[in-house]
């Protein structure tokens, strides 16, 4: 399917990958593109590997599936690179987005080989210097909409305020936060 991208997000339970797939399938899907967002269920529980993926498309979207060849990789928890092959599928034209504060340099020893785009985000750094305390879904959201593309900036950011003002309608207070942390993703990827 042409202009279709899909997305692999790898995290632990708790950390928030989950709500990132769905809210980035979400605010796409306010753009007018077809989506799908959702967890591969499991054992989960909090600390655990989880996964979650995401399909976006100009068209409809006929499979349903969990994604084993996509085209990005988003790594919300650094550690998982040691336990699990996030990189397994991974399309080299595509990319890996890891929430790290090393340098793509240095985290490429650890990835099997893989030869495509290598992207570092400090999530951490910016999420507890935005919000207070380590949230790393709202920088990883932000850092993977910047790679990938699958929208412009200006749309993601309007479309992100609306939907937490929806989610946090009884806290207001952390909306702020959450978009100064997409905020500053963006300016440390330079985009």
């Given at each position: 399917m042409k202009n279709q991208i899909e997305i692999r997000w790898h995290g632990r339970g708790?950390?928030?990958?989950k709500t990132a797939a769905l809210l980035l399938a979400d605010v796409a899907f306010q753009t007018g593109k077809y989506v799908q967002?959702?967890?591969?269920?499991?054992p989960e529980r909090m600390g655990a590997p989880i996964t979650a993926f995401n399909r976006i498309s100009d068209e409809n979207i006929r499979v349903h599936s969990n994604i084993y060849d996509p085209d990005y990789v988003a790594v919300v928890d650094e550690t998982l690179l040691h336990t699990v092959d996030v990189t397994d599928g991974l399309k080299k034209e595509g990319?890996?987005?890891?929430n790290t504060a090393k340098s793509p340099e240095e985290i490429l020893p650890q990835l099997n080989g893989y030869e495509g785009r290598v992207v570092t985000v400090?999530?951490?750094k910016i999420s507890e210097e935005t919000l207070g305390k380590y949230?790393?879904?709202s920088p990883m959201l932000a850092a993977v909409v910047a790679v990938t593309g699958v929208m412009d900036r200006d749309t993601f950011m309007k479309e992100m305020r609306?939907?937490?003002?929806?989610k946090f309608a009884k806290k207001p207070e952390v909306i702020?936060?959450?978009m100064k942390a997409l905020e500053m993703t963006f300016e440390s990827l330079g985009m």
């Amino acid at each position: 399917m042409k202009n279709q991208i899909e997305i692999r997000w790898h995290g632990r339970g708790g950390q928030g990958a989950k709500t990132a797939a769905l809210l980035l399938a979400d605010v796409a899907f306010q753009t007018g593109k077809y989506v799908q967002g959702f967890p591969e269920y499991g054992p989960e529980r909090m600390g655990a590997p989880i996964t979650a993926f995401n399909r976006i498309s100009d068209e409809n979207i006929r499979v349903h599936s969990n994604i084993y060849d996509p085209d990005y990789v988003a790594v919300v928890d650094e550690t998982l690179l040691h336990t699990v092959d996030v990189t397994d599928g991974l399309k080299k034209e595509g990319a890996i987005i890891v929430n790290t504060a090393k340098s793509p340099e240095e985290i490429l020893p650890q990835l099997n080989g893989y030869e495509g785009r290598v992207v570092t985000v400090d999530a951490r750094k910016i999420s507890e210097e935005t919000l207070g305390k380590y949230f790393p879904n709202s920088p990883m959201l932000a850092a993977v909409v910047a790679v990938t593309g699958v929208m412009d900036r200006d749309t993601f950011m309007k479309e992100m305020r609306a939907s937490y003002q929806h989610k946090f309608a009884k806290k207001p207070e952390v909306i702020d936060g959450n978009m100064k942390a997409l905020e500053m993703t963006f300016e440390s990827l330079g985009m």
